[in-house]
């Protein structure tokens, strides 16, 4: 528990951002710089995902997502240090593992870190990062929540029309996805009470552009 305050007061401590730190950071969370090339990697596997290619004015929206997304990471991670959570070694390793089986090799999983320059080092923190913000999620805000039979019942009477299983096959993965939902809603209603505390800075070309300022004399 100590380790865990010690490093909550470190990372939420106000830091001035130094030139070259200011060349590499996307945003600062309550002092935390998220660098560029976080978000740009986030960009790509974003980009991988979508129909065809994005064209400029697309990229820009994935850049902003990517960066939202990191920003709400970051929020929930310091907050789950705020409230002393920890998290063993032994489950970050038990995760990893996880995802090294999704490759044929452990040399295909080293060559899949290399194409995103991530290090073992920076993939075990990342992966603590996650763990932690979704320990936060379900301590706090999932906590005791559920699919009650009638919200199953509901969903299935008002979308029979465009289902094609009967409701004995379906129900189960009706409730999963009702109960996602459930968790996305609390998540964002946690994510932007901790916006409101928090000291979010972006830099450019990330910063969302001004609004310009009102003509004197115009119509309002």
């Given at each position: 528990m100590r380790h865990c305050i010690l490093a909550a007061v470190l990372i939420l401590a106000p830091t001035a951002l130094s030139a070259e730190e200011a060349e590499t950071a996307a945003a600062r969370v309550n002092g935390v710089a998220i660098e560029r090339s976080e978000v740009l990697e986030l960009v790509k596997g974003l980009a991988r995902a979508e129909p065809q290619p994005p064209d400029s004015k697309r990229i820009e929206e994935l850049n902003r997502s990517a960066l939202d997304s990191l920003i709400d990471l970051e929020l929930l991670y310091q907050e789950a240090l705020r409230r002393g959570i920890e998290l063993g070694d032994g489950e970050v390793d038990r995760e990893i593992d996880r995802l090294r089986q999704h490759f044929a090799s452990d040399k295909d999983f080293a060559d899949a870190l290399a194409q995103r320059g991530l290090?073992?080092?920076?993939?075990?923190?990342?992966?603590?990062?996650?763990?932690?913000?979704?320990?936060?999620?379900?301590?706090?805000?999932?906590?005791?929540?559920?699919?009650?039979?009638?919200?199953?019942?509901?969903?299935?009477?008002?979308?029979?029309?465009?289902?094609?299983?009967p409701f004995e096959e379906l129900q189960d993965s009706i409730a999963r996805m009702l109960l996602d939902e459930k968790k996305a809603t609390k998540r964002a209603e946690l994510v932007a009470e901790l916006r409101k505390r928090a000291a979010i800075k972006k830099f450019p070309p990330f910063a969302e552009p001004q609004k310009p300022a009102p003509t004197p004399g115009a119509a309002g």
């Open positions: 290090s073992v080092a920076r993939l075990r923190s990342d992966t603590r990062r996650t763990l932690l913000a979704e320990r936060l999620l379900q301590r706090t805000v999932w906590r005791g929540l559920s699919v009650s039979s009638a919200e199953i019942d509901a969903f299935y009477a008002e979308n029979r029309s465009q289902l094609d299983q």
